[in-house]
């Protein structure tokens, strides 16, 4: 069974910190995306990326950044958090190829207070 | 630009019954794939059913089929003999066969399996 981590379940920060939201992979996938999820909106796409090193915008980039040195993790970063950035973050990886399902994290409910 | 709507924010259903949660979606693209997942109150995202655009006949995976109308731009779930456990967060997404895997979501219908 495919397997994707994120670090943390639940997430508490200040605002005006640097946050780093953390996700692993063991199925080889070279796709990974990070999406937010908020009430009534569904998921939005922040950042994917379709191989190491290589990153595309989503949706809704703004206030984050993406790093992904190596083909298991996938890092989002805020890089000065704020409370709107209050939202519960999902990491997915698949395969490459337009009918593969992708496979996501159990997310990371993030609070900025 | 993609556009997936789902009308119903939530419905009740009893045990036993079927249960179909509508969702239409808008493109110019000719090829294109949809899928379903499921999302419990744990939080988890879980793959149910994919349909692509050219396929012949109406996905189906279980209790979860596709109602997959192409000229009306719906492609419907259709969960048969509902159980408890299938109460959740129910997500449309359709993903263009040109965008590196990325996905359009729908805000989502929440289902309560009532006994």
């Known amino acids: 069974d495919v397997k994707v981590t994120q670090s943390s379940r639940y997430l508490v920060k200040r605002t005006g910190e640097k946050v780093f939201l953390e996700c692993v992979q063991d199925m080889d996938h070279e796709n990974m995306f990070w999406y937010r999820q908020d009430p009534g909106l569904g998921l939005r796409l922040i950042y994917f990326s379709y191989d190491v090193k290589m990153k595309e915008k989503g949706d809704i980039p703004e206030g984050y950044s993406v790093s992904r040195e190596k083909k298991e993790r996938f890092s989002l970063i805020l890089e000065s958090a704020s409370t709107n950035q209050t939202s519960m973050y999902l990491c997915?990886?698949?395969?490459?190829?337009?009918?593969?399902?992708?496979?996501f994290g159990d997310g990371t409910r993030l609070s900025i207070l | 630009a993609q556009k997936i709507t789902q009308t119903q924010p939530g419905m009740f259903v009893q045990e036993k019954e079927a249960v179909t949660l509508d969702c239409t979606y808008d493109t110019s693209d000719p090829s294109y794939g949809l899928f379903w997942y499921k999302q419990p109150s744990s939080g988890e995202m879980i793959f149910l059913i994919y349909?692509?655009?050219?396929?012949?006949q109406n996905a189906t995976e279980g209790r979860y089929s596709l109602n997959f109308q192409k000229a009306r731009k719906s492609a419907n779930l259709v969960i048969s003999a509902s159980q408890l456990g299938d109460s959740a967060m129910y997500f449309c997404a359709m993903i263009r066969t040109d965008s590196w895997g990325k996905l359009q979501f729908g805000a989502g219908t929440q289902v309560v399996v009532t006994p």
């Open positions: 997915a990886s698949s395969e490459r190829g337009s009918h593969q399902p992708q496979h």
């Open positions: 349909q692509g655009s050219y396929d012949q």
